[in-house]
């Protein structure tokens, strides 16, 4: 087994969580703010572009924490309030061209079916019958065209013939949350266009939320892509950071990097995900331990990317992970 990939007892956290790491989708919210004040004196000031882009970098990071937020609202775990949850959860859609009523039900159909032919969130990469260049050209787009890719791969889910999301009920609202969602942003490029503001429309919205979406691609990936497992271990890849700068991602992430914990335990808050990180080491052959960061993560997807697959249906009967 590669040391590069284990962990030990000396990097998991079996303590309580500490209310800093429950109040991490806040602090992502209060930095989001902060660099976006920052970027906007920036440009108000006339001051070189080269300055505005680490904050579009960090701007875009924390954007893609606000959409790991959008991610727990969906599981009813962004706020205790329900309905503080769910305006929080429709707010976050509205600004990632997301219904949150769309995410929400197809979210489920990915836990319920994770890396199999019915999960529809990892489409086309569980369908063995799925031609090898649709699949690349699949990958290559989302993780390049995110902010329309994503919206596209739902609204698939919802209009296709044969749509799992049979729900009156469900339906309705996910067009009225579309329709609110063309209203906010016909007001929103109206404003824009009528003070002329298409320069800060750029800086601080637009080339963020772009890398931000491309971020939540790649983040996806390292999760999924190329696993050809039937548990929740074998099918994810997770990242329990060993040094400071891991943990303060995984923090700013809102813990999703403990992804196969998230998988084994859907109804939990995110900070109490650390101190189950015991659960992620090995119990079949299969199964691989949690990566010690993103980079040795993405190491390993990139092996995939040239042929890229989801789940056991890939595999030849009875035979071992490929």
């Known amino acids: 087994m590669s040391t590069m990939q284990t962990t ?12 800093l790491s429950r109040s991490a989708f806040q602090i992502v919210i209060i930095f989001f703010f902060i660099t976006e004040i920052a970027l906007a004196m920036v440009l108000r000031s006339g001051a070189s572009l080269w300055f505005a882009v680490p904050l579009v970098l960090l701007t875009a990071h924390f954007m893609h924490g606000a959409a790991v937020g959008f991610h727990e609202a969906t599981h009813g775990l962004l706020r205790q309030n329900r309905r503080l949850n769910e305006f929080d959860g429709v707010l976050l859609g509205v600004f990632s061209f997301m219904s949150f009523s769309l995410y929400r039900a197809a979210h489920q159909l990915h836990h319920m079916h994770l890396a199999t032919e019915r999960d529809e969130e990892l489409w086309p ?26 919206p596209c791969l739902f609204l698939r889910i919802f209009l296709r ?62 999760e999924h892509v190329g696993l050809l497992g039937n548990t929740a271990n074998s099918s994810t890849r997770s990242i329990v950071a060993r040094g400071w700068l891991g943990r303060f991602v995984a923090f700013t992430l809102l813990h999703e990097p403990y992804h196969g ?24 052959l299969e199964e691989r331990p949690p990566f010690p960061s993103y980079t040795h993560a993405l190491v390993d997807l990139f092996r995939s990317l040239a042929n890229p697959r989801v789940g056991a249906q890939w595999r030849p009967s009875n035979s071992a992970p490929a």
Do not use: C
């Open 161 to 222: 013939t044969g749509s799992p999301i049979r729900s009156k009920k469900v339906r309705r609202r996910i067009w009225y949350e579309l329709m609110l969602m063309v209203i906010v942003w016909s007001a929103v490029l109206g404003a824009v266009a009528h003070w002329h503001a298409w320069h800060y429309f750029v800086w601080m919205y637009l080339a963020p939320a772009w890398l931000a979406a491309n971020l939540q691609s790649w983040r996806k990936y390292i």
């Open 261 to 284: 914990l998230h998988h084994m335990h859907a109804g939990l808050p995110h900070a109490e995900l650390p101190k189950l990180a015991v659960e992620l080491q090995p119990k079949a």
């Open 125 to 150: 990469f569980v369908h063995p019958g799925m031609p090898r260049w649709v699949r690349v050209l699949a990958a290559v787009s989302e993780l390049t065209l995110g902010l329309v890719f994503l």
């Open 8 to 19: 030990d007892e000396s990097h998991i956290e079996p303590h309580e969580p500490h209310w």
